[in-house]
């Protein structure tokens, strides 16, 4: 089973807070993802990469920097944290090409409140 | 149907009684996922349904592909309480990136 390890699994920050938000993926995976849920809605794209070194701008960018450290870590930074990034995040992996290895593997999430 | 940034439907059903969830989609893919999330936990995919396929089962699921009209759809048969969860789909528009439709929250009562 692939393994996914997202922490702090909880967050407070007051606003204009910095906050780091860390996953770690086992699985050789090549792929990984940062999303973010809201109450009552689905899953929106933050930030992607393909490997250590690598970022690619998601459908919900703004307010967020990231970082893919090396394969299996990627970070999810804010910097001045606002009340509207309260959310869910999640972090998920995911190997290349056709198949089984399409699957996104997801963390448990992280619960970010700013205040 | 889902997508994007609308509200989580909701659906409620009896145990027993087929069910079919749609999707559809903005842009272009070769691929369907759809995937189902428990209370607290994270999504994790059910069925996946390539371009190339227009129907793909497995156990009590069935998804279907309809890429002329971008709509693609969930069906579990004889729905059980343990059914009860959140379920979206999700494409893959170009490259690895994979964006969600907004789901649809299923309650199964007994």
């Known amino acids: 089973e692939a393994a996914v390890t997202q922490s702090p699994r909880n967050k407070v920050t007051v606003t204009g807070g910095n906050v780091t938000l860390s996953c770690r993926q086992t699985n050789s995976h090549n792929y990984m993802y940062w999303y973010r849920q809201d109450t009552g809605h689905g899953l929106r794209l933050i930030h992607y990469?393909?490997?250590?070194?690598?970022?690619q701008i998601g459908d919900v960018p703004d307010g967020y920097k990231a970082t893919r450290t090396t394969q299996e870590d990627f970070f999810l930074l804010l910097e001045l944290a606002s009340p509207s990034q309260t959310s869910l995040y999640f972090c998920?992996?995911?190997?290349?090409?056709?198949?089984?290895?399409?699957?996104?593997?997801f963390g448990s999430g992280t619960r970010l409140t700013v205040l | 149907s889902q997508w994007g940034e609308e509200n989580l439907q909701a659906l409620s059903i009896q145990e027993g009684e087929d069910v079919t969830m749609n999707c559809s989609y903005k842009t272009y893919t070769t691929v369907v996922h759809w995937y189902r999330q428990d209370s607290g936990r994270g999504p994790a995919l059910i069925i996946l349904?390539?371009?190339?396929?227009r129907e793909k089962r497995s156990g009590r699921l069935r998804a279907t592909l309809d890429t002329s009209s971008q709509s693609s759809s969930l069906s579990i048969t004889a729905a059980q309480c343990e059914d009860t969860a959140v379920y979206f789909c999700a494409t893959r528009p170009g490259g690895y990136k994979v964006v969600f439709g907004s789901g649809t929250r299923l309650l199964v009562s007994p």
């Open positions: 990469s393909y490997g250590a070194g690598n970022l």
């Open positions: 998920a992996s995911s190997g290349p090409g056709l198949g089984e290895t399409e699957t996104l593997y």
């Open positions: 349904i390539r371009s190339n396929e």
